[in-house]
């Protein structure tokens, strides 16, 4: 409890701050937004100094100041929806029925509800701001007053257009009001746009929050990406505007009569439809159209920008504690214990840029705890470093096993023993071969990630990675090859052979001696079978009947395209998903690199040289895992970068930069250690892997 509750403070302190500046900066940020949205607006090239003088009495009326505590108000909405939906491992959806399924989830569903009504109090602000033919949402169904109103708007003059609106609707008069269809569009278009925005955000993932690779102060940052946000924001309101005048010009009556019914309006008839091509055909509408779009975004994709600037700004943990009730904020402590990924990421991040640039910390590192003279922070640190690349291995391994080179399953029991020589060739080099200790066995750290894996290649991480075998597109032979052999079967075991009969377990043995101790050796007495030898029951005509259902069912599903094309797994998208966390395997690679570097002259105690073994181990490993993996189909193709929006695709290339980093990790040690690392003791296999790195030639 004690740790739930200091991270709990430290989300409290740290993180929830910064995403309330990110917030109050979007705030103050808005009035000059709203201004130059304003002044785009309703300028005239003809009239330039009275459009200005217009735009700065508008600036400062009533409805301008009601329609900016609106906005404010939207802009701190979304930002509690950015912290409430953020996360710093994307979600990776590996087929298009688990992209569906995304999409219509309930939490979604309300999150598209909760944009769609924002929007709509932005497209109603937008309206108010810009004035004329957009003011309100009923005018006069009278032909004359109707069509001087609508010339008034045009050319801007904002305040005769009331007067005219005001003497209309005066007491005295008998004129109906009909339903004002430029400000319907207006509000309709700003709901559908932020309806686009919220499932764009799932397409994209522009939940997810990357860290930049080369640190930037907060101001370089923002000025750096505000051009790319007004370019995303333009050309994302571009297409949200195309496809609403293609959902309003075939469905625009549908709005349209539930508006009038609703308020009690009418339709003018003297007026062209907008839901006609005569009627959309507008350049001004469209441009308005358009415009109220891009400020709509922009303000919103500024608010995500800043989230994403404050909430991944370093943070330097502490590698001592300077008072006692503070050792649980340190940074062998937080990466030791159960943190919040955001958390985690943060201090992995501050390990790295440490062990590279702060000689003093990288020295508290290498210290001694007092008394007993145990090395505390590096044992805390390297284990949950070599916890980390161990369980991407684990991963790895397990996606080899069951998923095979264009569609052949490989034998489980060869990936199992590949796994279990692996794993001891992992401690060969740290623990005495003598020793009755346990060998140390590179666990999932679940401290860390819960997605880590449980047991075997049928761990929901590994799903997204693995045929089906299950679904109606799996081959039978494929599901042949993958489903668990009887242990009483002769192919039980490694031997595939048909010509070749493996002989089952012995029951006794030649060397068995009775309860009397005088038993001949040949005359055993026969043990009672084990109940795993029992052959399972029958099952009933029902279940094979159901059964055989089944499979005609998915047979014939299998056949169907459309179903095939929802339910077919993605390579390169399983390939992302694999290594969509491995921004914290690159942290820990650069962080154990670098210390194991600066060890060769600072480590005083040695304390490194004990664990350099497990290091290179581990990193050897992991390179020829990873080096497997690439040989694989779609694993080294490089995706394309989606443009048009602020989703961040930095995920996808993510493998490509551990295996890089992967590499000049085992190079930055081969290189500061030389000749010295052939007296490590290690396996031959690993020796042999490590000499080419020695040589230059990996």
């Not at 439809?273 to 358009?290: E, I, K, M, Q, R």
């Amino acid at each position: 409890m004690v740790l739930t509750r200091q991270s709990c403070s430290f989300v409290r302190k740290v993180v929830s701050w910064r995403a309330a500046a990110s917030i109050a900066w979007a705030v103050l940020l808005l009035p000059p937004i709203t201004a130059a949205f304003v002044i785009i607006s309703r300028f005239s090239p003809l009239h330039p100094i009275h459009s200005i003088s217009e735009c700065l009495h508008l600036l400062t009326s009533t409805s301008a100041i009601l329609s900016l505590i609106l906005l404010c108000g939207v802009i701190v909405m979304v930002g509690f929806l950015n912290i409430e939906y953020y996360t710093v491992i994307p979600n990776i959806a590996c087929s298009k029925i688990a992209l569906l399924g995304q999409l219509v989830h309930p939490q979604h569903l309300l999150n598209s509800a909760v944009h769609s009504i924002m929007g709509l109090i932005v497209g109603w602000c937008a309206a108010i701001v810009i004035g004329g033919r957009y003011h309100l949402l009923g005018s006069p169904c009278s032909p004359n007053d109707e069509y001087e109103a609508t010339q008034d708007g045009f050319t801007g003059d904002g305040r005769r257009v009331r007067l005219i609106i005001m003497s209309c609707c005066s007491p005295g008069s008998s004129s109906e009001m009909c339903l004002n269809e430029h400000q319907l569009l207006l509000l309709l278009s700003g709901a559908f746009v932020g309806l686009s925005h919220s499932v764009c955000g799932v397409i994209y993932n522009m939940s997810y929050v990357s860290f930049q690779t080369v640190q930037q102060f907060k101001y370089l940052r923002f000025k750096g990406s505000l051009p790319m946000v007004l370019r995303c924001s333009a050309t994302q309101a571009l297409l949200s505007v195309k496809n609403f005048i293609l959902f309003y010009f075939f469905l625009g009556y549908i709005p349209r009569q539930w508006v009038c019914q609703s308020l009690n309006l009418h339709i003018n008839s003297s007026l062209h439809s907008l839901d006609s091509v005569a009627g959309l055909l507008d350049p001004p509408l469209l441009f308005h159209l358009w415009l109220s779009a891009t400020f709509l975004l922009f303000t919103w994709y500024v608010t995500l920008l800043l989230f994403r600037i404050f909430l991944t700004e370093r943070y330097s943990f502490p590698v001592q504690p300077t008072f006692t009730e503070d050792v649980d904020q340190c940074l062998p402590k937080v990466l030791s214990g159960e943190q919040p990924f955001i958390v985690k990421f943060l201090a992995l991040q501050d390990l790295a840029q440490l062990s590279r640039h702060s000689p003093s910390r990288r020295a508290e590192v290498f210290t001694l705890s007092q008394p007993g003279g145990h090395p505390h922070n590096w044992n805390a640190v390297s284990r949950e470093c070599l916890s980390l690349l161990a369980d991407l291995n684990q991963r790895l391994v397990a996606y080899h096993e069951t998923v095979a080179t264009n569609g052949r399953a490989k034998s489980l029991s060869t990936g199992s023993e590949r796994k279990t020589s692996s794993e001891s060739s992992v401690t060969s080099g740290t623990e005495d071969p003598m020793s009755p200790k346990q060998p140390f066995v590179m666990k999932t750290p679940a401290s860390v990630f819960a997605r880590s894996v449980a047991g075997g290649p049928g761990t929901p991480l590994t799903a997204p990675f693995t045929p089906d075998l299950g679904s109606p597109f799996g081959s039978p032979a494929l599901r042949r090859l993958t489903a668990p052999v009887d242990q009483c079967s002769p192919w039980h075991g490694t031997v595939q052979s048909p010509h070749v009969m493996r002989r089952a377990p012995k029951l006794w043995s030649t060397s068995t001696v009775g309860s009397n101790g005088n038993s001949p050796p040949g005359s055993p007495a026969p043990p009672a079978l084990p109940s795993l030898a029992q052959h399972p029951a029958k099952p009933s005509l029902l279940t094979q009947f159901l059964n055989n259902r089944k499979e005609q069912i998915k047979n014939f599903l299998s056949r169907r395209v459309l179903v095939a094309y929802l339910f077919n797994k993605l390579p390169e998208a399983s390939s992302q998903a694999l290594f969509a966390d491995s921004q914290a395997h690159i942290w820990a690679l650069e962080g154990l690199s670098y210390l194991v570097q600066a060890s060769f002259t600072e480590d005083q105690f040695g304390v490194v040289q004990t664990t350099l073994p497990s290091i290179l181990s581990c990193m050897l490993l992991l390179q020829e895992a990873v080096d497997r993996h690439f040989k694989l189909p779609h694993a080294s193709s490089k995706p394309t970068r989606s443009g048009g929006s602020l989703g961040d695709s930095t995920y996808k290339t993510l493998r490509f930069a551990l295996r890089a980093t992967l590499k000049t990790a085992i190079y930055r040690i081969t290189t500061t250690f030389g000749h010295h690392l052939n007296a490590v003791q290690m396996s031959a296999e690993h020796r042999k892997r490590l000499q080419q790195f020695l040589e230059y030639k990996e």
